[in-house]
């Protein structure tokens, strides 16, 4: 599938899911700490591409494990200023990490497929424009999120199930930050 009739360029926004996309996943569990969080393979290297075409990067990610009090929101940032402290080491960037720590179904939902984290970057850097956004994410909710907000999105396989379709779907962060620097 061809991206080059998007028309990205360097005034679009990326919008990362976290787990599945950036770090491994662990299925039915969640990453408490930073000696649990293990980057998948070429990710860093995918971010430093990624960085000399969108103007914003963003990580949107559901952490409910919060709300269950298996951790709390303290490692939560522990945990993400590693991972930009070695995205940034790498030569990529992430500007702002939002989450969303509520249980699933709480009242003031805010996690994906909801729009709260998307709007929360947008009063913060008002230049967003999500038609000129991506969602990239390996689960129907972070499709859902893209496409509820009018992002572009991009599904990373992965072996859970597919309800969604994204507008474009690739093996790894690393095929699409490729196919990017290959039809842009």
Same mark, same amino acid.
């Given at each position: 599938?061809?991206?080059?009739k998007?028309?990205i360029d360097?005034?679009? =926004?990326l919008? #990362?899911?976290?787990d599945?996309?950036?770090? !491994?996943?662990? &299925?039915?569990?969640?990453?408490?700490t930073?000696s649990?969080?293990?980057?998948?393979?070429?990710?860093k290297k995918?971010?430093s591409l #990624?960085?000399?075409h969108?103007?914003l990067?963003?990580?949107?990610t559901n952490q409910?494990g *919060? %709300?269950?009090?298996?951790m709390? @929101?303290?490692n939560? *940032?522990d945990?993400h +200023?590693y991972m930009?402290d070695?995205?940034l080491q790498a030569?990529?960037?992430i500007d702002q990490?939002y989450?969303a720590s509520? /249980?699933?179904?709480?009242?003031n939902? =805010?996690r994906?497929?909801?729009? %709260?984290? +998307?709007?929360a %970057?947008k009063r913060?850097?008002s @230049? *967003?424009?999500?038609k000129?956004?991506v969602m990239?994410?390996?689960?129907?909710s972070d /499709?859902? &999120?893209g496409k509820?907000?009018g992002?572009?999105t991009?599904?990373?396989?992965t072996?859970?199930k597919?309800?969604i !379709?994204?507008d474009c779907?690739?093996?790894?962060l690393? @095929? &699409? +930050?490729?196919?990017?620097?290959?039809?842009?």
């Amino acid at each position: 599938m061809s991206i080059k009739k998007w028309g990205i360029d360097s005034t679009w =926004t990326l919008f #990362l899911d976290r787990d599945g996309v950036i770090n !491994e996943r662990v &299925f039915d569990g969640y990453i408490l700490t930073v000696s649990e969080f293990n980057f998948i393979d070429g990710v860093k290297k995918s971010l430093s591409l #990624l960085k000399r075409h969108f103007n914003l990067s963003f990580i949107v990610t559901n952490q409910q494990g *919060i %709300a269950k009090g298996l951790m709390t @929101e303290r490692n939560l *940032i522990d945990i993400h +200023a590693y991972m930009c402290d070695q995205i940034l080491q790498a030569g990529g960037k992430i500007d702002q990490c939002y989450f969303a720590s509520n /249980i699933r179904g709480a009242q003031n939902d =805010t996690r994906k497929p909801k729009p %709260a984290m +998307a709007l929360a %970057a947008k009063r913060d850097f008002s @230049e *967003i424009d999500f038609k000129q956004s991506v969602m990239v994410g390996d689960t129907d909710s972070d /499709i859902l &999120f893209g496409k509820n907000i009018g992002m572009k999105t991009v599904r990373i396989k992965t072996k859970e199930k597919i309800g969604i !379709e994204a507008d474009c779907t690739v093996e790894s962060l690393y @095929e &699409f +930050a490729k196919m990017i620097e290959n039809e842009i």
